[in-house]
């Protein structure tokens, strides 16, 4: 039973354009999704979070964007730079009680030169 | 700060021998997490600690998987016997009090 869903497994995206990535969950539970980037060869590193009390949150390039109502989370990168070619997590808690994460499966992002 | 540090880095062995990874957190993060990656079902949380303590342990597939956390600074995770369906990427991470974890470069097994 998969929690947490990023349904497209790649994603390539023009140098300068917009990135969205996407991400569904199912538990009604979750109350805090978080990015996370992996490179290849390295742990995952964290790259933005959103509390379920915020429909946005944005750090500079990056944005996500929550839809309580349709379960749905979203990451915007813009804009798209080469170094953000990685592998996109979404990532998905309760945070009374287990601090424990449920992810996604990784969508891979190409920013093309 | 080291962030999250994995032994080792590689681990090749044959089908029925014992494997031990090994994870140093972050020094001051009083939770820790192992997590393994594999193609077919991403990364998925096996068991994670809060306080040295095991807190919930369902992701653990079967008895031959094992986690310890004897001190705040150093757990390990043992398999034994090892299958070649064992083959995939431990994460370890470590958090504290949020559920931002910073995530060690990880342990790459492969069982033959």
């Known amino acids: 039973d998969q929690q947490v869903k990023q349904n497209s497994p790649s994603l390539s995206v023009q140098e300068g354009r917009i990135s969205i990535l996407n991400c569904d969950y199912t538990?009604?539970?979750?109350?805090?999704f978080l990015w996370y980037k992996k490179y290849p060869a390295e742990g995952p590193t964290f790259l933005i979070s959103i509390s379920s009390i915020k429909d946005k949150n944005e750090d500079g390039r990056f944005t996500v964007f929550l839809n309580k109502s349709a379960k749905h989370l979203s990451l915007h990168i813009v804009p798209s730079q080469p170094g953000d070619s990685a592998v996109y997590f979404c990532?998905?808690?309760?945070?009374?009680?287990?601090?424990?994460?449920?992810f996604g499966q990784g969508t891979r992002l190409t920013i093309n030169p | 700060d080291a962030g999250v540090i994995q032994s080792p880095r590689h681990e090749v062995t044959e089908m029925g021998q014992e494997v031990t990874l090994r994870c140093k957190p972050i020094s001051g993060h009083n939770s820790l997490f192992w997590y393994r990656q594999t193609m077919m079902r991403g990364l998925e949380l096996l068991i994670y600690?809060?306080?040295?303590?095991?807190?919930?342990d369902s992701g653990m597939p079967e008895d031959r998987f094992s986690a310890k956390m004897p001190n705040a600074s150093f757990s390990t995770l043992k398999i034994q016997p090892s299958e070649p369906r064992d083959s995939a990427v431990y994460f370890c991470?470590?958090?504290?009090?949020?559920?931002?974890?910073?995530f060690g470069q990880g342990t790459r097994l492969t069982v033959v």
């Open positions: 538990n009604s539970m979750f109350d805090y």
């Open positions: 600690f809060n306080n040295n303590v095991p807190i919930d």
């Open positions: 990532a998905a808690s309760v945070i009374q009680g287990a601090q424990k994460l449920v």
């Open positions: 991470a470590s958090s504290r009090n949020s559920a931002e974890a910073f």
